[in-house]
């Protein structure tokens, strides 16, 4: 038994971690699995009390929240184990099938949606909007446990969770943005924006457009909490098989998280700019609502916390799987192009689901 932050943590093997995770399921008992990005511990954390919604007050424990404010999920730390996996990235695919046929009869109503931004964006003071897009496939719930293990051996590099509760059934992800990292008085956020494939031709106006709209919103809602505010140089990172823009955010605060995340959330990464506009253009072209998708997720502990984005995720629930995916519309986008991000994005799930 260890002792962390006054919090005791068990020491268990894989089998007896993974045994664990089956049996809470079979008692329908809400528990969240969960591994922080390059470090091969893996967590679990689950409570004796039945899980019910709740808002995000400051709760220590780890939170579960939707992307509009919305009621979401805590877990108290109640009860905690966790286990060593190693670093795995060798899934060979036995299945050739092109599953993207499958997502062809949204593309039509994705464009036109995308098309209806674009006009919104020339004639009005909106900047830039984030489209969602969700994709069902056949699926089964009772097969979480294959699609954990293929998730955590193929990004090694990505906040990884499995989320249950018997009235949502299981989301998963491997989200590669960080919403918010605050330790000790210094905050951490980031500006992750724009996409293309590895080895394509250099970064675009638009993709460095977007990210930059990102950047600078999260500096000015920062300011006025926040000291010693610093930007990183603008990098080029890898999440799974795309490439995305990156910025580092940081400053000193003595705000509480819940506070820093009310001045953030939801960024331009998955909102939009201005804020407003936005997220009106979304309520009222989205058809589904994105629940938990483009939320946020982490773990919260007194005055620290660290918090997730929930990017390349998805819902099994029954016998259905839910991938949700989403993109940057700026006055630049082409439909064409932001439908082909989108699919490609949706990889992430895909793998784990297929192979």
Same mark, same amino acid.
């Given at each position: 038994?260890?002792l962390?932050?006054? +919090?005791?943590?068990?020491?268990?093997?894989?089998?007896?971690?993974f045994?664990?995770?089956?049996?809470?399921?079979?008692?329908?008992?809400?528990?969240?699995?969960?591994?922080?990005?390059?470090?091969?511990v893996?967590?679990?954390?689950?409570?004796?009390?039945?899980?019910?919604?709740d808002?995000?007050?400051?709760?220590?424990?780890?939170?579960?929240?939707?992307f509009k404010?919305?009621?979401?999920y805590?877990?108290?730390?109640?009860?905690?184990?966790?286990?060593?996996?190693q670093?795995?990235?060798?899934?060979?695919s036995?299945?050739?099938?092109d599953?993207t046929?499958k997502?062809?009869?949204?593309?039509?109503?994705y464009?036109?949606?995308?098309?209806h931004?674009?006009?919104?964006?020339?004639?009005?003071?909106?900047?830039?909007v984030?489209?969602?897009q969700s +994709?069902?496939f056949?699926?089964?719930?009772?097969?979480?446990?294959?699609?954990?293990?293929r998730?955590?051996?193929?990004?090694?590099?990505a906040?990884?969770?499995?989320?249950?509760?018997?009235?949502?059934?299981?989301?998963?992800?491997?989200?590669?943005?960080?919403l918010?990292?605050l330790?000790?008085?210094?905050v951490?956020?980031?500006?992750?924006?724009?996409?293309k494939?590895p080895?394509?031709?250099?970064?675009?106006?638009?993709?460095?457009?977007?990210q930059?709209?990102?950047?600078?919103y999260?500096?000015?809602n920062?300011?006025d909490?926040?000291?010693?505010i610093?930007?990183?140089?603008?990098?080029?990172?890898?999440?799974?098989?795309?490439?995305h823009?990156k910025?580092?955010?940081?400053g000193?605060t003595?705000?509480?998280?819940?506070?820093?995340?009310k001045?953030?959330?939801?960024?331009?990464?998955?909102?939009?700019v201005?804020k407003?506009?936005?997220?009106?253009f979304?309520?009222?072209?989205?058809?589904?609502?994105?629940s938990f998708?483009?939320?946020?997720?982490?773990i919260?502990e007194n005055?620290?916390c660290?918090?997730?984005?929930?990017?390349?995720?998805?819902?099994?629930?029954?016998?259905r799987?839910?991938?949700?995916?989403?993109?940057g519309?700026?006055?630049?986008s082409?439909?064409?192009?932001?439908?082909?991000?989108?699919?490609?994005?949706s990889?992430?799930?895909?793998?784990?689901?297929?192979?």
């Open positions: 038994m260890l962390i932050n006054n +919090f005791k943590f068990e020491m268990i093997n894989n089998k007896e971690f045994l664990k995770l089956n049996a809470l399921y079979q008692k329908n008992q809400s528990f969240i699995s969960y591994r922080m990005p390059g470090s091969n893996l967590k679990l954390n689950y409570s004796t009390e039945k899980i019910i919604p808002f995000f007050y400051n709760q220590n424990g780890f939170v579960m929240m939707p404010n919305e009621r979401g805590v877990i108290p730390k109640d009860k905690i184990f966790q286990t060593t996996i670093k795995e990235t060798s899934i060979i036995n299945k050739k099938k599953f046929k997502m062809l009869s949204k593309k039509g109503n464009i036109k949606i995308i098309s931004a674009i006009d919104e964006i020339l004639k009005t003071k909106m900047e830039k984030v489209l969602s +994709f069902d056949d699926g089964n719930e009772i097969n979480y446990l294959k699609y954990f293990d998730l955590l051996r193929l990004y090694h590099n906040f990884c969770y499995l989320f249950y509760h018997p009235e949502e059934g299981f989301w998963i992800g491997a989200s590669p943005e960080t918010l990292k330790e000790n008085k210094k951490t956020t980031m500006a992750l924006a724009g996409t494939k080895g394509e031709s250099n970064w675009g106006g638009k993709e460095i457009v977007e930059k709209l990102v950047e600078t999260l500096k000015n920062l300011t909490i926040c000291s010693e610093k930007i990183g140089k603008r990098k080029t990172v890898l999440a799974g098989k795309i490439e823009l910025s580092v955010i940081s000193s003595d705000c509480k998280p819940i506070d820093l995340v001045a953030i959330h939801p960024t331009p990464a998955v909102g939009g201005p407003d506009l936005a997220l009106s979304i309520e009222k072209s989205e058809l589904k609502k994105r998708y483009s939320g946020y997720l982490g919260v005055n620290n660290n918090l997730f984005v929930n990017l390349r995720c998805a819902q099994i629930k029954g016998k799987v839910k991938i949700f995916v989403g993109g519309i700026t006055k630049e082409e439909p064409e192009k932001e439908w082909e991000e989108i699919v490609v994005k990889q992430t799930m895909l793998n784990i689901l297929f192979v």
